[in-house]
């Protein structure tokens, strides 16, 4: 990975047309065409005019709805395929998590594949003999290693994938969405394999649904619309607009939250116990007082997120530890206390629930989440969630009595 | 970017990787194994055998007998035959990386027909000792002298195979076509009978084809013992490497498009 500022990965105007045969007649005028030179005479663009750089660390995410042309974008950085128009440049190596195993040959052994899918990764026979031990503690197999992978389960054909994968050390590494592969311990590797990549100043080409991810990871975001950039700048800005066009369109709300992941067992974040003061019932604009534990299996500070929902669903309002720069204090080996205080409530009288969410100390997965019902009490004919600051201007008082005439 | 040398490191690890891919699961995977390599020639050279010295009752192959007459052409062209069928073929069985992985895709042709080429010239070499060995006037050296004409005929086969893979991509009735069309130039090309009994106003038609070169070589060099060295090897390479490269042309211009076709 080099320290220099010269972008890693430059796009220029790529578009990719895929070419559109009907007849069977068009597949002989198609490959006439391609051998002329000339570009399929009916084509449907999937990509026009994108253009993106990346320099070292500074991740992107790629945003979008299905079919707008994500994935099509990614195979072009890959290498997987030429774009139509438009050029791309790279310096430096390109790893891609796209498919983890997609190069493997069922009747070969764990060993065979290593060989095959390095080969594939563009890993030189010299360099697969210095990281040969490594890729094989990192899958971890045993004496699976020497079984065909036909056999093997879907996660040891994922780890092997992702051992090979990452023995690239890839200057840019491409993924579709974080790494939510195999069991939680193999889960965990990834996750620490991704941290010391990113602090060693890797560079992530990101493909997710996940805003929150996506804010979390990545500086700049790319929202892809219908094969075109339909915006492109810093992650947050990006983000938003994509969140904002989408509640927009569909009137719900989209995923910014983490992913969430259900887990049992000790190694699991959890929230212990959550509680309100003064109570269940809080007036409006009265304080409240939200408080809390959560266990952290590592004895790592966890990530809490306290959220306010209505009954029916609807989010109000969420904040967590990570976005304020704090973190729960310890008060035991794997024991954190949290507190958070709302000093004028300003939610509109009606039923509500407070969540608190444990998320792991990266605050990249949701594990536990903890509800308490909450009902807010007053008098108030305002209408909506919350009540926003306001005040009226060139107004006289209200008068019932008063009919509407206009005084000269 | 890569610089080149590394590249061609890797394309060599690839070759070895899908050579090793296409010769195993292709014969190791059968229960009949490396054999049906031989059997197939042996039962084809026998019914031949049966077919035109007991019935036909043939004469006139050059001296020698029908058996190493026809052995020494039939392997050759059993190769290529089967090396550009396979080739024709192998790419969409690589579909599922070629939609995923970046890597040069002309590997995978090549590994095919060298797979194919190389067990075949294996079972050459025994069957020619074999013939030797049961009183058959062989010249075991001529091998010397086949192993490039051999290796020349490989380059103009790469080629065809190159651009039939690259078209059958695209049109999938390129390997219905090539089983008729390759059986009758099995017959057109004198593996079965030598140019001599072809009418003279033909001839020069089936001198032309470039394997009635090849196997005028190979049985000169096997049958004759003459291992010597011609101008017209130099026409033969010439034509193979021109086959190779209009077959690579076209295969480096359809491959971009093929992620999207196999």
């Known amino acids: 990975m080099s320290g220099t500022t010269e972008p890693l990965l430059e796009l220029s105007g790529v578009a990719k047309d895929y070419a559109k045969v009907e007849t069977r007649g068009g597949r002989l005028a198609l490959v006439w065409d391609l051998l002329r030179g000339r570009g399929a005479s009916h084509a449907f663009t999937a990509l026009e005019g994108v253009s993106l750089s990346m320099r070292p660390g500074e991740s992107l995410g790629v945003i979008g709805e299905n079919g707008a042309g994500k994935s099509t974008l990614l195979k072009v950085v890959a290498g997987v395929i030429r774009p139509t128009r438009g050029s791309v440049s790279v310096r430096g190596r390109i790893g891609a998590l796209l498919e983890l195993g997609s190069g493997f040959h069922p009747e070969y052994t764990g060993a065979q594949n290593i060989d095959l899918a390095a080969a594939l990764l563009g890993i030189t026979p010299a360099e697969l003999a210095e990281k040969r031990e490594a890729i094989v503690r990192f899958a971890d197999l045993g004496s699976h290693l020497d079984d065909p992978i036909k056999h093997y389960s879907s996660g040891m054909v994922v780890r092997l994938g992702f051992a090979v994968a990452t023995a690239l050390s890839p200057d840019v590494l491409i993924t579709d969405e974080v790494l939510a592969v195999g069991d939680e311990s193999f889960q965990k590797k990834c996750m620490a394999w991704m941290e010391r990549y990113l602090a060693g100043g890797g560079t992530l080409l ?106 029916d669903g609807t989010p109000v309002y969420g904040v967590a530890t990570d976005m304020d720069g704090v973190s729960p204090a310890q008060t035991a080996r794997d024991r954190f206390a949290f507190a958070l205080t709302l000093p004028s409530l300003a939610l509109l009288p009606g039923k509500y629930v407070v969540r608190a969410h444990a998320l792991d100390p990266e605050g990249l997965y949701l594990f536990d989440h903890v509800e308490v019902p909450l009902t807010v009490t007053g008098d108030s004919r305002e209408m909506g969630l919350v009540r926003l600051e306001h005040a009226w201007r060139d107004v006289v008082p209200h008068d019932p009595s008063n009919r509407g005439q206009i005084q000269i | 970017m890569k610089e080149p040398g590394a590249r061609g490191a890797v394309a060599r690890a690839l070759f070895v990787q899908f050579f090793r891919r296409e010769a195993t699961t292709r014969y190791l995977g059968s229960v009949t194994g490396l054999a049906w390599a031989l059997v197939h020639p042996i039962a084809l050279l026998a019914v031949y055998h049966f077919v035109f010295t007991s019935i036909f009752r043939a004469t006139g192959f050059a001296g020698s007998s029908f058996l190493a007459f026809v052995a020494v052409a039939l392997w050759p062209w059993l190769a290529a035959q089967e090396a550009i069928q396979r080739a024709a073929v192998c790419v969409p069985g690589y579909g599922g990386l070629i939609r995923k992985v970046a890597f040069p895709h002309e590997v995978v042709v090549y590994a095919s027909v060298a797979a194919t080429l190389a067990l075949h010239f294996a079972g050459y070499a025994v069957v020619l000792a074999v013939l030797r060995a049961i009183g058959e006037p062989i010249h075991l050296e001529g091998l010397l002298l086949a192993i490039p004409l051999w290796a020349v005929m490989a380059i103009a086969v790469a080629g065809i195979a190159l651009a039939l893979a690259s078209l059958q991509v695209f049109v999938r009735d390129v390997e219905h076509v090539l089983m008729p069309v390759l059986m009758m130039l099995m017959y057109l090309t004198p593996i079965l009978y030598p140019l001599t009994l072809v009418p003279e106003r033909l001839r020069g038609w089936v001198a032309a084809n470039p394997f009635t070169w090849l196997v005028a070589r190979l049985r000169a060099a096997l049958l004759e013992g003459r291992i010597s060295f011609e101008v017209g090897d130099l026409a033969a390479l010439a034509v193979a490497l021109a086959l190779f490269a209009a077959g690579r042309w076209m295969f480096v211009r359809l491959s971009p498009h093929f992620e999207d076709f196999v």
């Open chain 1, 206 to 311: 990101l493909c997710s649904h996940s805003m929150y991810h996506v804010q979390k990871l990545c500086r700049h975001a790319l929202w892809l619309k219908e094969g075109r950039v339909e915006r492109y700048g810093p992650a947050i800005e990006v983000t938003q607009a994509y969140l904002a066009w989408h509640e927009e369109k569909s009137g719900g709300a989209a995923a910014r939250r983490p992913e969430v992941r259900t887990g049992e067992g000790p190694d699991v974040h959890r929230v212990k116990s959550l509680a309100l003061e003064p109570g269940e019932f809080v007036r409006m604009g009265a304080p409240l007082f939200v408080r809390g534990e959560a266990y952290s299996p590592d004895g790592r500070a966890p990530v809490v997120l306290v959220g306010i929902v209505r009954a």
